[in-house]
């Protein structure tokens, strides 16, 4: 203990990030000394999600028992996961031998060199095996670095308009009509009178806000907008990014403002999606899952459809979240690792199960045949979503796999908080023209995240890469 206290002394005067990397050190070293498994398995396995967790079971007892090996899982919380794997690559602590890491916890691991990443390059043994070939190929992206994938997509979370049927449907208005953002916002209208007096529209056409990190990005991926390169360069402040910014706000703000803001999570915001105070809702695959569970009141009311596009011809899906399975360098059993991977990534038991329990399809293409995803779906009229969703897993957008995403995003949203500001109090609510103020809020976005990349010497060389190839 001596030891590591001199040790964060000397650190003094040294850069944030390296105070982080100290006190994930710190904090893992504890817990690795603190924590003693009740039987330590031949591999160990982190897994954040217990629902994961309790379908991986059973394929492992049986691979265990067949393979005279034994594969120890522990669900760990997100938080723990990341602080216990970045300690782990950075500090030299262990680490399991697979971990399953969230989407906004796997870029952390790609800060660096290629070679420097702590997960091992999985790249040739797909194409070795056939598999890559087989994986949806846009799901890839969030877990791969010049081209190169440290990690199997759990998932493809493609992203479906969820909307009122039985509303739309009494008012003679067939949504599927609806191919733009445009035309879907004009065919509504009618459903925004206040015939009830209480001085809001009875139906709001959308459930979105400005504040909504996570559909701000939905939205702006589905419309191409793009944050960073593949590359890694931060492209933030450019025309398109200003366009869709200034497009969904304009959606909020002014007295013909089109969206509403209902909580995604909340008994209250629930109660307000069975009240119908909004039509549509923007709908990755697992969203359908919360609503069965938590909104039980608006089985057999809801359709999904195509999001509509931002222009005729444009993207009708996005993505929303997602997770991976990585193998660490550290692990001394990579083929077993490996076996165990394929077993609870590539298993139609699990993909199979994974839909029926929690409408997620699965990434892996050769099982997109299997007739669950056919199966009518009572809580949606029905309609055969599963399938719905696999038809449009293709064109999924491309994710950036960059460390500076997430508080890039979260820079972004404050950026439409900002711009909506600006709207009210200058009475501006035509996108058009709050694409020239929304450019300017980008600007200063651009500037934040080139301050914070410049801190970390291989982020600084990525930058200077960028300014050599735009001269």
């Not at 309790?54 to 394929?59: G, H, N, Q, S, V």
């Not at 994974?354 to 309609?383: A, C, G, H, K, T």
Request: proline share 7%; with cysteine; net charge negative.
């Amino acid at each position: 203990m001596h030891r590591i206290t001199n040790t964060i002394l000397a650190l003094r005067g040294l850069s944030s990030g390296v105070w982080v990397i100290a006190t994930l050190f710190v904090i893992s070293l504890i817990l690795v000394l603190v924590r003693q498994p009740e039987q330590e398995g031949d591999l160990q396995f982190w897994v954040f999600s217990p629902e994961h967790a309790e379908m991986y079971a059973p394929l492992i007892e049986e691979h265990d028992a067949s393979h005279g090996v034994k594969l120890d899982m522990t669900v760990m919380s997100i938080a723990a996961i990341q602080s216990r794997m970045m300690s782990g690559f950075f500090g030299g602590l262990p680490t399991a031998d697979l971990i399953e890491v969230e989407k906004a916890v796997a870029p952390q691991a790609f800060m660096g060199p290629v070679d420097a990443i702590g997960f091992h390059d999985l790249t040739d043994l797909l194409l070795e095996e056939g598999l890559l070939t087989q994986l949806n190929e846009p799901s890839l992206s969030p877990w791969s670095v010049d081209g190169r994938v440290f990690g199997l997509p759990h998932d493809v979370h493609p992203v479906m308009l969820a909307y009122r049927a039985d509303i739309t449907e009494a008012a003679g208005i067939d949504l599927t009509l609806a191919e733009t953002w445009e035309e879907y916002f004009r065919m509504l209208r009618p459903l925004m009178e206040d015939k009830d007096n209480d001085a809001r529209p009875d139906h709001t056409p959308l459930s979105f806000w400005y504040t909504n990190q996570d559909l701000i990005e939905t939205l702006m991926l589905q419309g191409d907008g793009q944050l960073f390169t593949p590359s890694g360069q931060p492209v933030i402040a450019n025309e398109r990014n200003a366009f869709l910014l200034a497009t969904i706000v304009s959606w909020c703000v002014g007295p013909d403002r089109v969206a509403i803001d209902i909580n995604e999570w909340s008994a209250s915001g629930h109660q307000e999606k069975v009240d119908g105070l909004a039509i549509g809702y923007i709908a990755p695959d697992w969203m359908c899952s919360i609503w069965k569970m938590h909104v039980p009141g608006l089985e057999g009311k809801l359709k999904l459809m195509p999001l509509p596009a931002f222009e005729p011809g444009g993207r009708r899906t996005s993505v929303r979240g997602g997770t991976m399975l990585g193998i660490p360098k550290t692990t001394q059993q990579f083929d077993r690792a490996w076996d165990y991977a394929k077993l609870l990534y590539t298993s139609p038991e699990v993909a199979r199960q994974l839909y029926r329990e929690v409408d997620i399809i699965s990434p892996v293409r050769s099982l997109w045949d299997d007739p669950v995803y056919n199966e009518p779906d009572p809580y949606f009229m029905n309609q055969r979503k599963g399938r719905m969703y696999i038809e449009l897993a293709p064109e999924i957008p491309l994710r950036p796999s960059s460390p500076y995403n997430k508080q890039a995003a979260i820079d972004v949203r404050d950026a439409a908080l900002n711009l909506a500001e600006y709207a009210n109090r200058n009475s501006v609510y035509n996108a058009e023209d709050l694409i020239p103020e929304a450019i300017r809020l980008l600007d200063r976005v651009q500037a934040r995240v080139e301050q914070r990349m410049s801190r970390n010497a291989f982020a600084a060389e990525d930058l200077a890469a960028g300014d050599g190839e735009a001269q």
